[in-house]
């Protein structure tokens, strides 16, 4: 079935209905739960059933181990949303019709709303691997964390229950304001949550959906499959199957006499890495060729120049040896950083502040939603503590909600003590593990709730959670407030943890009301969405804290910086430790050079960002895709690995073309490909780390014929 959607400012809550357009099209009002189809079987009111939250909760799983090796490789991930919504129907929907209706916990109808549960509690799974990507990892690189990843286990597990935990307690009475309240006003649409509904009600609704839906779940095993096995079969002949090192070959075939390999020491080759690829038929063009622009500005022209010009310089260990020429650019570890830092590290600072810029600009570009927000809130408040009532508000703004004529509530007791508990073990969690005072872990707890708020209008709006500009204001504003009453250390690690609970509750709650949208708009029962993003945690908290680990035991290099060659870069990891040393040290750690080109790219972006949101309006917006996402250019320039933005962008190009020339089948196919990509490359790395500590990984077993110094 076409669906239009055409939201309809005019439309009051009252009016839903089903409308046809000329063409014989449904148009959707996307600020009102869907109409029931002609029909449509009535689902149990009970939607919150034990196989959709642990059907949902292992698939979870499955995105936390992906997106973690994704993350640790290069600051990306994927949404469960969609890839929950699909494979939820395909089992759960086949477990129903395999037993009887009335069969205990298996059995019963399987709808829409129950579907919505299932994608939750696998969002809700999935969504932890923020914090071990990003700032868990850069404490142990600055030494600030005690013992290994193993032996911290339950350290890890109860940092990532207070981040999970608090972010969902604070962020649930916020669901009738945004969801429902002020959503038409603020055009809060959540793109990628409201695309996720219109899967399953598209899917639910007639044979036609469910064909449709098992051809896109078949292809995405059969992506799944094939990447899982290519990941893992690759290992053995690294430089043949995985990456092509192409100045490598051309330095060997001209018997190791050509300047081939100066290419290669700055990291260009390729690699066909399924889950890069299909990141890039995802992204689109623009933020693909972004990433790829940064890695040429990186590592293709400002890294050489520095190198010319005596302003970097890199490491030549094989000297004396037919690999003499090549050279390592990537290490952090210098005698002194100021005069003679590699070429990543005087990169770094320019790829930070670019972020930086980029992300803040964004988010007060929007200072007229995150204003018409407040004034709407306080509002509504006002008219709560009055007893007045609109029509359009004749419920609390903040705790119930109408589904199909009945009344709903998430009471203040199913938050408020919740919220309370965690927020009093949060303080206790920073102050007995991260040595964090009490005033201090209330700053971060409080910057959370703020900056949840202007993160769930941004991402409401534009489908973009700015969890970049949002942890790092954090961290500038601890800075501010330890500044001259800490030792370095003890600074460093507060001002890591504490930005990070702040960014991670901020993460929570956008993705928890992104959630909320998918069931208001499928009629979902609130609290029993709520309960499923609750026990989904669960899994989570136990299982991220394990896959970290999984992978910094197989691969030391994570958290060992003096390694100078790893497959994980760590770049989100890699920015928080640099802000934090920057802001808690006496003098910047920065080269003058690199400060200069970071102010003047961190003043471009923002420009860039000014034009393109007020200039590049009307006729001109036809311009808008060929502007650079900065914050992508920023983050590519902190990553030493260019063959991921050549993937994205090789990936982002196929899907172009073939949107362009079959857009029937790339419409059918293009997600679910994409999706089975990148989590079966994530799962077959895990299948490798486990390989790699069993001692059986291609590393002692597998070919090096291709790859540089002998060596993959």
């Known amino acids: 079935m076409d669906v239009e959607i055409q939201p309809k400012a005019e439309d009051t809550a009252d009016s839903i209905s089903i409308k046809i357009d000329s063409a014989g099209h449904e148009i959707l009002d996307l600020f009102e739960p869907f109409p029931p189809q002609p029909g449509e079987i009535q689902e149990n009111p009970r939607v919150l059933t034990f196989r959709a939250v642990i059907v949902g909760s292992l698939l979870g799983c499955l995105v936390t181990a992906s997106n973690t090796y994704m993350g640790l490789k290069t600051a990306f991930g994927f949404g469960a949303g969609l890839f929950g919504s699909l494979l939820g129907f395909i089992i759960l929907k086949s477990i129903s019709k395999a037993v009887p209706e009335h069969f205990p916990i298996l059995g019963g109808y399987f709808g829409p709303r129950e579907n919505a549960i299932f994608q939750t509690s696998a969002a809700t799974a999935g969504g932890l691997s923020f914090i071990f990507i990003s700032g868990i990892p850069a404490l142990y690189q600055l030494g600030l964390m005690e013992g290994s990843p193993q032996n911290n286990y339950w350290k890890l597990v109860t940092f990532a229950a207070v981040s999970a935990y608090y972010g969902l307690a604070f962020s649930a009475p916020m669901r009738n304001f945004f969801v429902k309240s002020v959503a038409r006003e603020m055009n809060l649409t959540f793109p990628s949550a409201t695309a996720v509904a219109l899967t399953i009600r598209a899917i639910h609704t007639t044979a036609g959906g469910s064909d449709e839906a098992k051809k896109k779940v078949r292809a995405l095993c059969y992506a799944f499959v094939v990447a899982l096995v290519l990941r893992v079969v690759s290992q053995y002949a690294n430089g043949i199957i995985w990456d092509w090192h192409v100045f490598t070959w051309i330095f060997v075939w001209g018997k190791y006499h050509n300047a081939a390999l100066a290419a290669e020491s700055w990291g260009w080759f390729i690699e066909w890495t399924p889950a890069f690829l299909g990141t890039g038929m995802l992204v689109g063009l623009n933020v693909a060729y972004s990433y790829l622009l940064g890695a040429v500005l990186a590592w293709g022209i400002i890294g050489p120049a520095l190198v010319h010009q005596g302003l970097a310089v890199g490491l030549k260990p094989f000297v004396g040896t037919k690999w003499a020429s090549y050279t390592i650019y990537t290490s952090l570890v210098s005698k002194d950083l100021i005069n003679k830092p590699s070429p990543r590290y005087w990169l770094l600072w320019p790829g930070i502040m670019i972020m930086l810029c980029a992300s803040l600009a964004e988010l007060f570009v929007q200072y007229r939603i995150i204003g018409r927000g407040f004034m709407t809130g306080v509002k509504s408040v006002k008219e709560s503590i009055a007893g007045i009532r609109e029509k359009r508000l004749n419920f609390s703004p903040f705790t119930s909600v109408r589904l199909n004529g009945e009344g709903e509530k998430i009471l203040w007791w199913m938050w408020a003590p919740e919220t309370i508990v965690i927020a009093v073990l949060t303080c206790v969690i920073l102050s007995l593990q ?279």
């Not at 080109?597 to 060929?626: D, N, Q």
């Not at 073939?658 to 293009?670: D, E, G, H, Q």
């Open 434 to 712: 991260y040595q964090m005072d009490i005033q201090t872990s209330i700053v971060s707890l409080l910057f959370g709730v703020i900056l949840s708020f202007l993160s769930i209008q941004v991402a409401g709006v534009i489908d973009n959670v700015p969890t970049t500009a949002i942890s790092k204001a954090t961290q500038l504003i601890l800075a501010g407030v330890t500044k001259g009453h800490y030792t370095i250390p003890t600074a460093q690690r507060i001002n890591i943890s504490g930005a990070q609970i702040a960014g991670g509750a901020a993460y929570a709650a956008t993705e928890l009301m992104a959630d909320f949208r998918v069931g208001f708009l499928l009629g979902t029962p609130i609290v029993q969405q709520f309960i499923a993003q609750i026990l989904g945690n669960i899994f989570a908290i136990f299982l991220s804290p394990a896959v970290f680990i999984l992978f910094t035991k197989a691969y030391p290099c994570i958290l060992d910086t003096t390694i100078d060659t790893c497959g994980f870069a760590v770049p989100a990891a890699s920015a928080w430790k640099s802000i934090a040393i920057a802001v808690t040290s006496p003098t910047l750690p920065i080269p003058l050079e690199s400060g200069i080109c970071a102010i003047v790219l961190g003043i471009f972006s923002i420009v860039l960002v000014v034009i393109r949101h007020f200039y590049l309006v009307g006729s001109r917006a036809k311009y808008v895709p060929y502007v650079p996402n900065m914050s992508v250019v920023g983050l590519s320039m902190i990553l030493p690995a260019t063959c991921y933005n050549i993937a994205i962008a090789i990936g982002a190009t196929f899907a172009y073309f073939w949107m362009k020339k079959y857009p029937v089948s790339a419409n059918m196919y293009i997600y679910a490909l994409a999706a089975g990509m990148i989590a079966g490359e994530g799962i077959g790395g895990v299948v490798n780390a486990i390989i790699q500590l069993a001692g059986v990984s291609g590393l002692k077993y597998g070919s090096n014929v291709g790859c540089p110094l002998n060596k993959c």
